[in-house]
């Protein structure tokens, strides 16, 4: 993943036990290539030691305005001019308040209050027993700092450490991550409602057999990260696969084609982009065996009954929405075999105006994927990368046809 690398942070952590979580979080930081800075406030370093925070950002820990290591006595200044963003985690209800006020009596509020405001975003990610947080001056404060520029990044809820269980838990690291991720990604879908459709589906033969494929879901889930990050508001139809829902996108969990089927005609109704990258079963077993069949000597082997499924994307495709050029559909193609040539063919027999063709064997369940682009000025290869990396190119090129 590219949003965060070479980026370097300011992470500021206040007190509060989740700065346990800061330290996961600058270690995962570093991993994605940025480099971080790590200033802590005194509160902080009663939970956490600035020599853990140290050897995880490779760099010395900054705790107070009066650190003689700068040569000009000036770390608010020096710090704050360097980063790309300064990042508060976890944001105390105490530090928030001192924010808002101004206040700058330690060097994290001075260095907040000294940064470049149209250069330096402040992203802050709030952390508090759910009772503070729920407090009608902190819910004040927080909207005031949202109103004075700063990005406030959502609170988890459950239980907290002090046994209580609500809102108030900052996100953990891996979701403030995708949040940064998110926040450096160029809003080319802005305002977009995407429509996607991933993994397999399974066909029931009786209640305990089916037919399914090898579909693992992650391109389909990749893309519908990235959609997001770029802006849009996502829709993701997925069959059985064993994949987290990404953060901000809205799912609807399916078994069968029929049921994939049915969701996607109900919620691609206000849609603007339909991307159909579902492995889709194409035959069902006509009438699936209420009870488990048995295999028995004196039974012959059961034989099948294959119907075939409805093609979604093809009954998408000729929609009269569709056709007029509001709804832009994107096919996926997975075959095992002359990729080009087959991809060219179903993009024709699907109605669709790209089609994004892969080797289905080389992939499943991989991370990664090489995908060739088919539309009618032609064909482009994106090599083989991240599936990750692959989706925020596809959706670049979506941007690029939704503008014309
Ligand atoms: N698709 C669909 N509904 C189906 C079958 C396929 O929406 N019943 C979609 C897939 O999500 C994909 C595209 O059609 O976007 C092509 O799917 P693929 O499995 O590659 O091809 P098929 O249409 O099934 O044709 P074939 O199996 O013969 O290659």
């Not at 600058?26 to 600035?50: D, H, N, W, Y």
């Not at 209580?164 to 995708?178: C, F, H, K, S, T």
């Not at 009438?287 to 294959?306: R, T």
């Amino acid at each position: 993943m590219t949003q965060l690398k070479n980026k370097h942070f300011v992470l500021g952590l206040s007190g509060g036990i989740a700065c346990y979580k800061a330290a996961e979080l600058c270690r995962a930081l570093i991993k994605e290539g940025a480099s971080v800075q790590v200033v802590m406030s005194e509160g902080a370093t009663q939970f956490i030691t600035p020599v853990t925070m140290q050897a995880l950002s490779g760099r010395p820990v900054y705790i107070s305005q009066w650190d003689t290591r700068e040569s000009n006595n000036m770390a608010h200044i020096n710090l704050s001019r360097e980063a790309d963003a300064i990042l508060i985690a976890p944001a105390s209800a105490d530090f928030v308040a001192k924010l808002l006020h101004g206040r700058a009596d330690d060097l994290l509020s001075l260095m907040c209050l000294a940064r470049p405001i149209e250069q330096v975003p402040l992203i802050v990610a709030p952390a508090m027993n759910r009772e503070m947080w729920a407090n009608p001056a902190t819910q004040r404060n927080f909207a005031q700092l949202l109103a004075d520029g700063a990005h406030v990044l959502e609170v988890g809820a459950g239980d907290q450490a002090c046994g209580e269980v609500g809102d108030g838990r900052m996100l953990e690291p891996d979701q403030i991550l995708e949040a940064l991720r998110a926040y450096f990604t160029e809003k080319v879908l802005d305002g977009k409602r995407v429509l996607i459709t991933a993994g397999p589906t399974y066909e029931a033969i009786d209640p305990v057999r089916g037919i399914t494929n090898l579909s693992s879901g992650k391109m389909g889930f990749a893309l519908a990260r990235a959609c997001r990050r770029a802006g849009a508001l996502v829709t993701l139809i997925s069959g059985p696969v064993a994949l987290a829902t990404p953060d901000g996108v809205s799912r609807v969990s399916v078994i069968s084609a029929q049921q994939m089927y049915e969701q996607t005609l109900a919620h691609v109704l206000d849609s603007d982009v339909f991307i159909a990258t579902a492995a889709v079963a194409d035959w069902r077993v006509h009438s699936a065996g209420e009870q488990k069949i048995k295999k028995s000597i004196d039974q012959p082997v059961p034989q099948l009954n294959l119907v075939e499924n409805q093609d979604i994307l093809k009954t998408v495709a000729k929609s009269p929405r569709a056709l007029s050029g509001e709804l832009y559909c994107v096919g996926f193609a997975a075959e095992s075999e002359n990729l080009e040539q087959l991809a060219v063919a179903k993009r024709a027999s699907k109605g669709v105006p790209l089609l994004v063709a892969n080797v289905g064997p080389q992939t499943f369940g991989l991370d990664e994927n090489a995908l060739l682009l088919v539309d009618e000025a032609g064909t482009r290869q994106l090599a083989w990368a991240s599936k990750d990396d692959l989706s925020a190119e596809l959706v670049r090129e979506l941007a690029a046809r939704l503008a014309k």
